[in-house]
Structures are given as structure tokens and as C-alpha cells.
């Protein structure tokens, strides 16, 4: 009995000793991905992918990681668990943002100089191109996965995509040139990266429309919120910072200098902890979610970007 109840302790140990949490950070200027176990803070894994890697997303369900190559035209998926790249998806385009339903079985991408949106399933078969606004980059899908919404940069607003019947339903006017998207944790509030107008488009996602505008730092890229979504963390390229903002009070609570041009930024619920990549000096800083002071960084490849939700757990 006492063996037997040896084996099953070492087996569960042994479990979860397997379960990790990674960020996965993509390097345009080495084509790979940096693999961050952010339990050790240290890069485990350098994976080759298509040329030019700018975008990522995580396929929870089925522990995949789609990355687009925009001078690749490809994507290439990620096995988390082998930590491998187990397939090329050639594309017509030269693609940037790029998101996965929560099932995963659609993934939807931009296309950046063509004005649309590309909706594939899992296997990389095109099922709908949706017109949008001019030049599209971030894409953030709703909680429900009931609605895409896709900032057009040249066109100063957000399309609002049905993703039941691939249409766009509205066009919300933001600031100049939406990037990056991010959604509270409610799903009630859109918030929209301005970067020429230094500014975040706060949308009301069950009216569609701007409720307040928030100011943050020069050349805002990326946004995202904590667990609660009480603060929003936004990277500021031209300053080389992190505007933390109190979304109750709508004010900048503290402005956090990192390495050179903050660009894709994630946050890290297991750890407490902001990550960004900072395209200049090739690390991906580590903020403390509580002390709001930089941890050591943790050096990556050349001129990492990390666009999208980049962070995954494996089992």
C-alpha cells in the first residue's frame, strides 16, 4: 500500500511538474520565437518560424500558438507541449494581428493591405473575407466570441465584425490610428491604443460607441488590463514606458520607464506580474504587478514585438 501510494504521489508530482506557464515572444529580426518560462523567468526554448514574425495567439483549448509572418505570408503553428512548429499555413497576404476562438477552431487575421479580414479554420482553410476599415492590425474577439473587433489604423476607426455571419455591423469612430486592442475582463469596455493621438478610446461594447478618452504616454502601441481590470497597462514607444491607469478614476496612476520601445505587453495572472517587449534592446521586461517596479529582464532574440495575447499554459 505504501508503494503504491508512493507511485501515485510521484506521479501527480511528476504532472505537475509539466505544467508551465510561457510567454511566447516573437522576434521580427531573427524570424523565432522566444520561449519564456515565467515560473523561472528564463528562455527555454528558440523555435524557427517564417520570416518577419510579428503577431501571436493562444489556442488554449487545444495548447497551440498561432504566429503570422508578414514577410513570410504564412502563419506557423506551435505545438506548446513539444514546443515545435507542427505546420506552415501559407497565405495570400502579408499577415499582422491575428486572434483564435476560444474553441479554436477559427482563427482570424488581417490583412493589412487589402482592407480585410481573413477568417480560417484550425487547418488553415479559408472560410469568409470580411471588408473592414484601411490598414486593420489589432483584432480582440468578444467573451462570447460573438463579435470581432478590428482596429483600422489609416482609417481612424474600429470595425465591429458578427462572427456568426462574417459582416461588419458597425464602424466606431476613434482616435488617429488605432493599433492595439484590449477588453476588460466583463467584456463591457473596448479599449482602443491611439497612436498618433497619445491617446485609449474607451468603447462601450453593448452600445458601440466612445464613453471617455484617456490619455498615456507618446507613441502608445499595446494595452491590457489586470486580472480585475481595475488598472490598464499601456506601452508608450516613443518614451520608452508603461502608463498604469486607475479605470475607476480614469487617471494615470504611475508611468513605469522600460527598455527601449515598449511594444506587445501581457499580463501575467499566475505571476502578478506585467510582461513587455521592448523592441530596441531585444529583452522582454518584467514589471511587479503590485510594486509597480521593473524586475530583471529577460533577454530574447532581435527586435521582439509580441503582438496579440502571448501568454500560455500547458498541462
Known amino acids: 500500500m505504501i508503494k503504491v501510494v508512493c507511485m501515485l504521489l510521484g506521479l501527480s508530482l511528476g504532472v505537475y511538474a ?49 504566429v503570422s509572418n508578414v514577410e513570410g505570408h504564412s502563419l506557423s503553428v506551435i505545438d506548446m507541449r513539444r514546443q515545435q512548429v507542427i505546420n506552415t499555413i501559407a497565405l495570400p497576404i502579408a499577415p499582422v ?105 474607451v468603447v462601450d461594447t453593448q452600445h458601440h460607441q466612445v464613453v471617455s478618452t484617456l490619455a498615456v504616454g507618446d507613441h502608445p502601441y499595446c494595452a491590457t488590463t489586470d486580472m480585475t481590470g481595475q488598472r490598464l497597462y499601456v506601452t508608450n514607444t516613443g518614451e520608452d514606458s508603461v502608463s498604469v491607469i486607475d479605470l475607476a478614476s480614469g487617471k494615470t496612476i504611475a508611468r513605469v520607464r522600460v527598455p527601449g520601445t515598449p511594444e506587445g505587453i501581457a499580463y501575467d495572472a499566475v505571476h502578478q506580474q506585467i510582461l513587455v517587449a521592448s523592441w530596441m534592446d531585444n529583452v522582454l521586461a518584467v514589471i511587479d504587478g503590485e510594486r509597480l517596479t521593473l524586475k530583471p529582464a529577460i533577454k530574447v532574440g532581435s527586435q521582439p514585438r509580441a503582438f496579440g495575447q502571448f501568454v500560455g499554459h500547458t498541462e
Open 97 to 201: 494581428g491575428i486572434t483564435v476562438s476560444k474553441r479554436g477552431d477559427r482563427v482570424y487575421v488581417a490583412d493589412w493591405y487589402h482592407d480585410t479580414l481573413l477568417v480560417m479554420t484550425a487547418e488553415g482553410e479559408t472560410v469568409a473575407q470580411v471588408q473592414v476599415g484601411h490598414a486593420p492590425g489589432g483584432l480582440q474577439l468578444s467573451l462570447d466570441d460573438a463579435t470581432l473587433y478590428v482596429a483600422n489604423r489609416d482609417s481612424n476607426d474600429v470595425s465591429v465584425v458578427d462572427t456568426r455571419t462574417y459582416k461588419e455591423t458597425h464602424r466606431i469612430s476613434v482616435g488617429q490610428h488605432p493599433f492595439g486592442l484590449s477588453l476588460s475582463p466583463d467584456g463591457q469596455q473596448l479599449f482602443v491604443v491611439n497612436v498618433y493621438s497619445n491617446a485609449i478610446s
Open 18 to 66: 509539466q505544467a508551465a506557464d510561457y510567454a511566447y515572444i516573437t522576434n521580427q529580426g531573427e524570424d523565432t520565437v522566444s520561449v519564456v518560462d515565467l515560473q523561472t523567468q528564463q528562455v527555454v526554448n528558440t523555435i524557427h518560424v517564417g520570416r518577419a514574425p510579428v503577431g501571436v495567439a493562444v489556442d488554449k483549448r487545444h495548447h497551440k500558438v498561432y
